[in-house]
């Protein structure tokens, strides 16, 4: 695949789902709708024990998210209010009242698995982060790196991140049916899958739940005309942020 055919790729994945969102509409993020999926989504084996050890004792709990374009919130107009990570924070505010909870916003665009490991010690060494959670795979998929590279890469940032005294969870690709017909994301979401199960790491089902929304018609992610963009885009960020605290709230159990 050419670099040029990658960037139009990567861009069109970026706003499948991210299209641009105003600043008064990321305010406003709240779904009405019913975006709750079936516990098999949200639940995992592995826990995070020390972010449940501070949820427990209500002390300070810091996230760092580090990903791609949806992490830092390009296809939302740059507006890092409408990404999934300030969406994550409210919600886990909302579902532990109380808690002093902030979540940072490590994204960065089009980078792969290797690139965001290389900046680990950068943006994740004084983050006094308790726990990371890792979006990783999109671009990947797109540049079609090797799988075996990628799961190296990613037992590698794992052992990082937990020589460093952080706790893991991995979120895997966002769905939708046009850049599923030209994007082949199967190896390396069954990639990402193993190197979680092998590492006993939390893996976050983000392609299952999109795709179960896209499915069950609570988000429509193709012929959005244009004046509904903008919603949608705001309540699919806001409704992964409950689903994530949802699977951090069950990780902490």
């Known amino acids: 695949m050419s670099d040029a055919i990658a960037r139009v790729l990567a861009f069109a994945l970026a706003l499948a789902v991210a299209l641009p969102v105003t600043r008064s509409l990321a305010q406003t993020t709240a779904a009405p ?27 300070p709990l810091i996230i760092a998210a580090i990903g791609g374009s949806s992490t830092i919130g390009t296809g939302a107009g740059g507006d890092s209010d409408a990404a999934y990570p300030h969406q994550l924070e409210l919600a886990l505010a909302k579902r532990f009242p109380g808690l002093p909870v902030t979540v940072l916003n490590k994204g960065a665009p089009r980078q792969v698995a290797q690139q965001m490991f290389n900046r680990f010690d950068r943006d994740l060494g004084d983050s006094h982060a308790t726990l990371v959670l890792w979006e990783v795979g999109v671009t990947d998929a ?8 990628f799961a190296q890469t990613l037992q590698a940032g794992i052992g990082w991140l937990r020589a460093h005294d952080m706790e893991v969870m991995l979120i895997d690709m966002q769905y939708s ?14 990639t990402l899958h193993e190197v979680g199960s092998l590492t006993q790491t939390y893996v976050f089902r983000r392609y299952d739940i999109m795709k179960y929304w896209s499915d069950n018609g609570v988000f429509q992610f193709t012929d959005v005309p244009t004046g509904e963009r903008r919603a949608l885009a705001a309540r699919v960020y806001a409704c992964l942020g409950a689903r994530l605290a949802d699977a951090i709230g069950y990780a902490s159990r």
């Open 33 to 59: 709708i019913d975006c709750t999926v079936p516990t098999d989504l949200i639940e995992d084996e592995p826990t995070l024990p020390a972010t449940a050890a501070l949820i427990k004792a209500q002390k």
């Open 142 to 149: 797109v540049r079609q790196t090797d799988p075996d590279e």
């Open 177 to 190: 049916p046009d850049t599923t017909a030209v994007i082949n994301f199967e190896p390396y979401l069954n």
